[in-house]
T-cell receptor
Framework: GNSVTQMEGPVTLSEEAFLTINCTYT??????LFWYVQYPGEGLQLLLK?????DKGSNKGFEATYRKETTSFHLEKGSVQVSDSAVYFC?????????????FGQGTRLTINP | EADIYQTPRYLVIGTGKKITLECSQT?????MYWYQQDPGMELHLIHY???????EKGDLSSESTVSRIRTEHFPLTLESARPSHTSQYLC?????????????FGEGSRLTVL
């Protein structure tokens, strides 16, 4: 079945460091891929998405490229800030036998120290 | 800003009590979801709905039940709460438009059963 595997956390970085959170997926066909972010005490919100191979999603300095050949959607940011501290979820969405399925990775907790 | 609301945000109750977690959205979305988020952060789909009078079980078995009498309202009920039900519950919604639409999440209801 469909699945999403994320880099194990927690991840702790200093401000202005480069960030990569790895995400790989298993799916048949062509799912859409998403990164969601959950700030402390809040629900999830969409950070960025890509709907087909080679698409690049970007928002708030974060980027991720849909790589079909490596079945990956790694999240990157060139210079992180303390305010980026949150839990990040990779997800895929696909229609299977008429049912839309959204599958989340296990989440990666990111802490940025000043 | 997403227009999806959950109440209560926090609830502490005793074993055996009946509880209802409310979820309402004002976006006219057809599809709604309930996720259970365990302390390890992982999200598990427990219920979803395609529209009025539609309810389906999710990937994780749950003793809770849901109803969808109105488009905007998707409450979750536990008839007899137990400590094993202690968790965060997240409600989400999306338009009925294939795989590319994002999910909008509420801020969550954190339930503690003593």
């Amino acid at each position: 079945g469909n699945s999403v595997t994320q880099m194990e956390g927690p991840v702790t970085l200093s401000e202005e460091a480069f960030l990569t959170i790895n995400c790989t997926y298993t799916a048949t066909g062509y799912p859409s891929l998403f990164w969601y972010v959950q700030y402390p005490g809040e629900g999830l919100q969409l950070l960025l998405k890509a709907t087909k191979a080679d698409d690049k999603g970007s928002n708030k300095g974060f980027e991720a490229t849909y790589r079909k050949e490596t079945t990956s959607f790694h999240l990157e940011k060139g210079s992180v800030q303390v305010s980026d501290s949150a839990v990040y979820f990779c997800a895929l969405r696909q229609t299977i036998q008429g049912a839309q399925k959204l599958v989340f990775g296990q989440g990666t907790r990111l802490t940025i120290n000043p | 800003e997403a227009d999806i609301y959950q109440t209560p945000r926090y609830l502490v109750i005793g074993t055996g009590k009946k509880i209802t977690l409310e979820c309402s959205q004002t976006m006219g979305h057809d599809k709604m979801y309930w996720y259970q988020q365990d302390p390890g952060m992982e999200l598990h789909l427990i219920h979803y709905s395609y529209g009025v009078n539609s309810t389906e079980k999710g990937d994780l078995s749950s003793e809770s039940t849901v109803s969808r009498i109105r488009t905007e309202h998707f409450p979750l009920t536990l008839e007899s709460a137990r400590p094993s039900h202690t968790s965060q519950y997240l409600c989400a919604s999306t338009r009925q438009d294939g795989n590319t639409g994002e999910l909008f999440f509420g801020e969550g209801s954190r339930l503690t059963v003593l």
